[in-house]
């Protein structure tokens, strides 16, 4: 006669940081991360979030920066709604930025396509167009200025050749200044455009071009069927890039002109400066200068739904 004996229930386990599991450490993990990002994120809290919210509630206030400032609503808003200086920048800005996403663009994807081809010198080329970008602002500011002045280069050679009567006060004649500037701007700034395009030109499988060529499409078709809707993303890149930067235009300008001669080259920068740390109207220029980061803010906004919605149309 055998016995046989039923085992025993299974005991439950005391739960214990060991037995939790991967999960207990990864919970520790991210418990970890988070008291490592603190520093970076009170250094940002610091440095950006607070100073941003200030310069807004200054917007509302009529604050000088040697006194207390009282609350006066809208008005910071409505003087500048009525201030010709400051209307004038509006729209020396509004024609700077345009000016700059549609020559830097088409100059910058042209310069991409000739340096993208199997030219000896390519490398070289790319470093010469991409240089001016990496020099200091105030350089160019410097250096445009002595090119634009009457005993420069660029007049010289006019009247090397004959045309020193075509030769106008490029950054003193209220006509052409803001022209003259915005080539400047071009020049330095046109290589890093290129650089984006080059990149994603990279990006575009060599099979697509010889399957266009094997089905006989002309340079043009294989160019705006191939090349352009696969260049989307670099383009969105470089329009906002180049939008954002133009908005924010100062050191260039500064050095050139200051916004001469009279608001002939005055931009929304350049008036925010002026207002706050020249005449002393913190709240004022604290207003110009949330009008400037509202307007950055739609404009990158806009590019960037109407690429998505290109995208989603696709």
Same mark, same amino acid.
């Given at each position: 006669?055998?016995?046989?004996?039923?085992?025993?229930?299974?005991?439950?386990?005391?739960?214990?940081?060991?037995?939790?599991?991967?999960?207990? *450490?990864?919970?520790? &993990?991210?418990?970890? @991360? +988070?008291? !490592?990002? /603190? =520093?970076?994120?009170?250094?940002? #809290? %610091?440095?950006?979030?607070?100073?941003?919210?200030?310069?807004?509630?200054?917007?509302?206030?009529?604050?000088?920066?040697?006194?207390?400032?009282?609350?006066?609503?809208?008005?910071?808003?409505?003087?500048?709604?009525?201030?010709?200086?400051?209307?004038?920048?509006?729209?020396?800005?509004?024609?700077?930025?345009?000016?700059?996403?549609?020559?830097?663009?088409?100059?910058?994807?042209?310069?991409?396509?000739?340096?993208?081809?199997?030219?000896?010198? *390519?490398?070289?080329? &790319?470093?010469?167009? @991409? +240089?001016? !970008?990496? /020099? =200091?602002?105030?350089?160019?500011? #410097? %250096?445009?200025?002595?090119?634009?002045?009457?005993?420069?280069?660029?007049?010289?050679?006019?009247?090397?050749?004959?045309?020193?009567?075509?030769?106008?006060?490029?950054?003193?004649?209220?006509?052409?200044?803001?022209?003259?500037?915005?080539?400047?701007?071009?020049?330095?700034?046109?290589?890093?455009?290129?650089?984006?395009?080059?990149?994603?030109?990279?990006?575009?499988?060599?099979?697509?071009?010889?399957?266009?060529?094997?089905?006989?499409?002309?340079?043009?078709?294989?160019?705006?069927?191939?090349?352009?809707?696969?260049?989307? =993303?670099?383009?969105?890149?470089?329009?906002?890039?180049?939008?954002?930067?133009?908005?924010?235009?100062?050191?260039?300008?500064?050095?050139?002109?200051?916004?001469?001669?009279?608001?002939?080259?005055?931009?929304?920068?350049?008036?925010?400066?002026?207002?706050?740390?020249?005449?002393?109207?913190?709240?004022?220029?604290?207003?110009?200068?949330?009008?400037?980061?509202?307007?950055?803010?739609?404009?990158?906004?806009?590019?960037?739904?109407?690429?998505?919605?290109?995208?989603?149309?696709?």
């Amino acid at each position: 006669m055998t016995t046989s004996v039923a085992p025993a229930p299974p005991q439950p386990r005391a739960e214990s940081p060991a037995f939790r599991g991967p999960t207990g *450490r990864r919970k520790g &993990r991210r418990t970890g @991360f +988070l008291w !490592f990002a /603190l =520093p970076a994120i009170v250094l940002y #809290v %610091l440095v950006v979030v607070y100073p941003t919210l200030s310069g807004a509630a200054l917007a509302f206030t009529d604050s000088k920066g040697g006194r207390s400032a009282d609350f006066i609503g809208l008005q910071n808003f409505v003087r500048l709604a009525n201030d010709p200086a400051a209307l004038a920048s509006i729209v020396n800005t509004v024609v700077l930025t345009v000016s700059l996403v549609v020559v830097q663009t088409i100059v910058a994807l042209m310069l991409a396509l000739g340096l993208h081809q199997r030219l000896r010198t *390519r490398g070289i080329l &790319r470093t010469v167009f @991409f +240089l001016p !970008f990496i /020099l =200091p602002s105030l350089i160019v500011g #410097v %250096l445009w200025q002595f090119l634009y002045s009457p005993d420069g280069p660029i007049d010289s050679v006019l009247d090397s050749v004959g045309l020193g009567f075509l030769a106008p006060l490029w950054l003193g004649d209220s006509s052409i200044a803001l022209w003259s500037v915005i080539v400047a701007l071009i020049w330095q700034n046109v290589g890093f455009s290129m650089v984006v395009y080059l990149a994603g030109l990279e990006q575009i499988p060599g099979e697509l071009y010889e399957a266009a060529a094997i089905d006989g499409a002309s340079g043009w078709r294989t160019f705006w069927n191939v090349t352009r809707p696969l260049l989307g =993303p670099a383009t969105t890149i470089n329009l906002t890039l180049t939008m954002v930067g133009a908005l924010k235009i100062f050191d260039q300008i500064f050095v050139m002109t200051n916004g001469g001669p009279g608001y002939a080259t005055d931009v929304l920068s350049l008036v925010t400066y002026r207002q706050s740390f020249v005449l002393g109207n913190w709240g004022y220029g604290s207003a110009i200068a949330l009008v400037l980061a509202m307007i950055v803010a739609a404009a990158a906004f806009v590019q960037l739904w109407l690429r998505g919605k290109v995208e989603v149309d696709r």
